[in-house]
């Protein structure tokens, strides 16, 4: 994870930093780190590639490999699912323990459609709850600027991350995407872009380091040798 997160490091900073729409490795590796980040292991907390989302409606395989990934993940807590299509980010996920599908969306309702002909795509039986959140730009918070889209999909996928102690109902969970959806202004968009900036610099710098040690190490041996 962290030699992975290095090597696309100053890419990621530079996204961000740029404020430029954000591309798979940046969504993906920062969802990663925010999960890390609060001490969540991946049983916890599973994180569905987007590669894999988005090939969904136009190959089986896809479609087969999600499934068995939910099946086998039904003793998590939260498995966050980013969608990408048309150009635009979303996040679609799943709480196993409380049999509910919810999806967000900064630009509503621009994936309603493409989001529940994925849960009947993953969940064909209607095993689980629906749970539709309005998304008319009052409940939810909706985005500004254009690039902004994958900026939201994290603020959303951290806040789940962050509540995910307290979701023991569906009230509960309503209530704290209530108090989340309230605090995204265009003041606190910028402090969690900072904030996300700040963990992926310290993330690239401490495997800067590892792989300097690492190395010298190694030049040492050979030395030796």
Known sequence: MTTFVSSYGTEILGIL?????????TVMQVLYLLRDLHGHREREIRIIDSHYVVLAC???????EIRRLLSDDLDSELILMPVFRDAHWSLLFFAPHLGVYMHLDSC???HASYSKH?????DPEYRYTRLVIPSNGTELSQQVSSWECGLFLLMNAYMMIVALPYMKSNQTLIAHLTQHMASISETNRPLFTRKVIKIVRREVAAATKTAAAAAAAAAAADTIL
């Open 58 to 64: 136009e190959q089986r395989r896809a479609v087969e």
């Open 118 to 122: 994925l849960v009947t795509l993953f």
């Open 108 to 110: 509503a309702p621009y």
């Open 17 to 25: 930093e740029r404020k430029m729409r954000l591309n798979d490795t």
